[in-house]
Each structure stands twice: as structure tokens, then as C-alpha cells.
């Protein structure tokens, strides 16, 4: 089966700006999440999709970012305006269904550098 | 908040021996799971141990999971090269939330 597709790749811009990353899920994944990773950190989750309706955003700092899943399928994360401390690779991740002893499945990430 | 502390955060070891990493966490939970992120890409789930569940192996890999110490640990028997990476823990809390910890870096030396 087809991975969790992410783009882009990396991306650098200066403070600021805004910056949009697009995710495409498994196939007939229903949950799909958008995690920030730090250098050297773990995963920390943004935001949690089941279908098109958000079940977990708690972490999200909203007056910044936001993030959609209009169609039940692909998402995408955006940032406006962005800070340095944004600085992070942003994995999608997607699984079956909810729960937490789902496997989740990840991209390979955005790497975004703000200058 | 990040939930689960891996213990080494760096392992360096050589190609042939065992690698030990542990995990500490300190809510209750249903489930815990290790993953690997290997240099510049996404994590990959390696194995989920139930809260009942005390070991469980998948291949070259051993899982433990002590909660009334609230520890797990991963063993990778046999290393190879290709091991090397980062190795997270991250714990079910609740029905739906995944906490990841912060890893730690696993180096094979030929």
C-alpha cells in the first residue's frame, strides 16, 4: 500500500510569512494527525482528525496555526505568521481508526527553516 | 508535555551486540509503543504491549513492560548497521492520546 504522501519536503522562509503543508493519508485511514518534531525531541501532537472533525487540538497555538481536512481525506497545516521557534520538522501521520493502541503510519515530514 | 523519558538518550555500541533502551513514564496506561525514525524520515511503528501484556517479541526485538514501575524497555538482539536510529517510546493514555517521548539515538559501528 501507498505511505502517508507529505510535501513539501523542506521549506524555508523568513519570519513572518506563511507557509501551507499538504498531506495525503493511507488510503481508508479515517484518523490523521499533524505533529511537530523539534531537533532532537519527540513528536509533539498538533492537531488529531478523525474523518473531517477535529478530536484533539489542545496543542495547537491557534492565534498561528491552522489546519483542515475539509473532504475526510487529504489536510493541510498552515502557519501564519510564522516565528522562529517554528522551526521543526511537521510529520502527518495517519491510522485506521482512533484509539491509542492504533499504529500510526508517518510521512516522511516537511522540514521548515524560518530565517 | 511529553510523557515517556527514554533512558540512554545516546547508545553507541558495536554491530553484533545487544542494544537495551529504557522508557519511563508516569501516568497509567493502556498501551505502550516503540517506533524508529531513521535519519530524515518518518517514524515507523515497531511494536504496541498492552498494559496486561508483561513481554512480547517481534523478530530481533523484546519488549517488556513493567507498570508497577511504570518502565518498558526495547532490546534489540544481534545489531546490525541498518539499526541505527532513533528509537521513541510513546504511551496510550486514555482512549485516543499517544504521547511520544524523546528518544533515543541508537549508532551501530561496524
Known amino acids: 500500500e501507498a505511505g502517508v504522501a507529505q510535501s513539501p519536503r523542506y521549506k524555508i522562509i523568513e519570519k513572518r510569512q506563511s507557509v501551507a503543508f499538504w498531506c495525503n493519508p493511507i488510503?481508508?485511514?479515517?484518523?490523521l494527525y499533524w505533529y511537530q518534531q523539534i531537533l532532537g525531541q519527540g513528536p509533539k501532537l498538533l492537531i488529531q482528525f478523525q474523518n473531517n472533525g477535529v478530536v484533539d487540538d489542545s496543542q495547537l497555538p491557534k492565534d498561528r496555526f491552522s489546519a483542515e481536512r475539509l473532504k475526510g481525506v487529504d489536510s493541510t497545516l498552515k502557519i501564519q505568521p510564522a516565528k522562529l521557534e517554528d522551526s521543526a520538522v511537521y510529520l502527518c501521520?495517519?491510522?485506521?481508526?482512533?484509539?491509542?493502541?492504533?499504529?500510526?503510519?508517518f510521512g516522511d515530514g516537511t522540514r521548515l527553516s524560518i530565517l | 508535555s511529553q510523557q515517556g523519558e527514554e533512558d540512554p538518550q545516546a547508545l553507541s555500541i558495536q554491530e553484533g551486540e545487544n542494544a537495551t533502551m529504557n522508557c519511563s513514564y508516569k501516568?497509567?496506561?493502556?498501551?505502550l509503543q516503540w517506533y524508529r525514525q531513521n535519519s530524515g524520515r518518518g517514524l515507523v511503528h515497531l511494536i504496541l504491549i498492552r498494559s496486561n501484556e508483561r513481554e512480547k517479541h517481534s523478530g530481533r526485538l523484546r519488549v517488556t513492560l513493567d507498570t508497577s514501575k511504570k518502565s518498558s524497555s526495547l532490546l534489540i538482539t544481534a545489531s546490525r548497521a541498518a539499526d541505527t536510529a532513533s528509537y521513541f517510546c510513546a504511551t496510550g493514555q486514555g482512549a485516543q492520546k499517544l504521547v511520544f517521548g524523546q528518544g533515543t539515538r541508537l549508532t551501530i559501528n561496524p
Open positions: 501516568t497509567s496506561i493502556n498501551n
Open positions: 488510503s481508508g485511514h479515517a484518523t
Open positions: 501521520a495517519s491510522s485506521l481508526s482512533p484509539g491509542s493502541n492504533q499504529p500510526q503510519h
